[in-house]
């Protein structure tokens, strides 16, 4: 069951290209267009689910909702989706993704190593927790 301050429906959208830098840190991440009237959660690193109806899939996942502060791009929030299980290509892909749990703030690192080593720990944060988490049914298409 989802905390109270997180949404109780998931958030659906479509993978889109992002800037490609999470692939070139080796740290691959999915970015999302979410769908016109779904709730996006504040800005802040989650734990949750990312389904997949057109194959079925179900995969652990670590969610970053924000503006890149560490890089500085833009006022854009973006939503980023690392995939714990699986690199299958994503793009053009709906899917939907079940919060869990919120792990923290986002911030502004000093290094992108520093930014690296909290990813890390958020990853190995939110496997515990999805260790004990209900896992959402498997979507049909």
Not at 70 to 79: A, E, L, N, R
Not at 100 to 111: G, I, N, P, W, Y
Request: aromatic share 6%; proline share 11%.
């Amino acid at each position: 069951m989802p905390e109270p301050s997180l949404p109780s429906t998931p958030l659906v959208g479509t993978v889109v290209h992002g800037a490609g830098r999470g692939k070139g840190l080796g740290f691959p991440t999915a970015n999302l267009s979410p769908e016109p009237g779904t709730a996006v959660p504040p800005p802040a690193i989650y734990s949750g689910w990312l389904t997949r109806p057109a194959t079925g899939g179900v995969h652990r996942a670590t969610v970053s909702i924000g503006t890149n502060p560490t890089f500085g791009d833009s006022p854009q929030v973006h939503v980023e989706v690392h995939c714990h299980d699986t690199s299958d290509d994503l793009y053009g892909e709906r899917v939907e993704l079940w919060f869990v749990a919120r792990l923290r703030d986002t911030e502004k690192f000093a290094t992108v190593g520093e930014l690296l080593a909290a990813a890390h720990e958020d990853v190995r944060r939110s496997d515990a927790l999805l260790a004990g988490a209900a896992r959402p049914a498997a979507p049909t298409a």
